[in-house]
């Protein structure tokens, strides 16, 4: 039973346009989101995160929507740069036996062309 | 410089044949824990540890054991392994459980 879902494995994007990450979940015990960026041959980085309490979280150029009543986030990249591209990670934090489970979705590999 | 640091970073061994993957962590991080990923399955926990002398099961466990002696190290051990167990390894590590994790550069298994 996946619990975080990407449905989208790709995308691209014009260089200085928008992108758009969705990611969708299934799990109501979720209370916290992240967004991870991961290059090749690296582990991945955190980019930004949110919490359950808000809807919106803004760095720079990346905000992240969270629609709990769709059980939705969305990454927004704006403008989106070559460097950008990667595969970027959804992942979702739920309480559990006294500490805390990640769990992270498949991945959507972004690439933004020049 | 803060890092989480896995060794080796690329491994390929026999059917059975005992390998441990360390990790370690230089950030005082509380929370370390193991993930693997896989073409299609993205990244799944397999072990986590709250502090030292503290680990529980992520989600796909079998075949694998950790131990938390030191606050720094997380090392994954694969007692037997074998080929369903050939993956790309991250380790991570967090201040708290719920803080974004930073993760090593991983560890390619590949078990013949």
């Known amino acids: 039973d996946q619990q975080v879902k990407q449905n989208s494995p790709s995308l691209s994007v014009q260089e200085g346009r928008i992108s758009i990450l969705n990611c969708d979940y299934t799990n109501s015990m979720f209370d916290y989101f992240l967004w991870y960026k991961k290059y090749p041959a690296e582990g991945p980085t955190f980019l930004i995160s949110i919490s359950s309490i808000k809807d919106k979280n803004e760095d720079g150029r990346f905000t992240v929507f969270l629609n709990k009543s769709a059980k939705h986030l969305s990454l927004h990249i704006v403008p989106s740069q070559p460097g950008d591209s990667a595969v970027y990670f959804c992942?979702?934090?739920?309480?559990?036996?006294?500490?805390?489970?990640?769990?992270f979705g498949k991945g959507t590999k972004l690439s933004v062309i020049p | 410089e803060a890092q989480v640091t896995q060794n080796p970073r690329y491994l390929i061994t026999v059917t059975g044949k005992k390998l441990t993957v360390t990790c370690s962590q230089n950030?005082?991080?509380?929370?370390m824990s193991w993930y693997r990923q896989d073409p299609g399955l993205g990244l799944r926990q397999i072990y986590y540890?709250?502090?030292?002398?503290?680990?529980d099961k992520g989600d796909v466990p079998e075949g694998y054991k950790v131990s938390r002696k030191e606050k720094r190290n997380f090392p994954l051990i694969l007692e037997s392994p074998s080929p369903n167990q050939t993956s790309l390894y991250f380790c991570?590590?967090?201040?708290?459980?719920?803080?974004?994790?930073?993760f090593g550069d991983g560890t390619r298994l590949s078990i013949l």
């Open positions: 950030m005082n991080h509380e929370y």
């Open positions: 540890s709250m502090n030292v002398e503290v680990t």
């Open positions: 991570a590590s967090s201040l708290a459980g719920v803080q974004p994790q930073h």
């Open positions: 992942a979702a934090s739920a309480p559990r036996a006294g500490s805390y489970q990640l769990t």
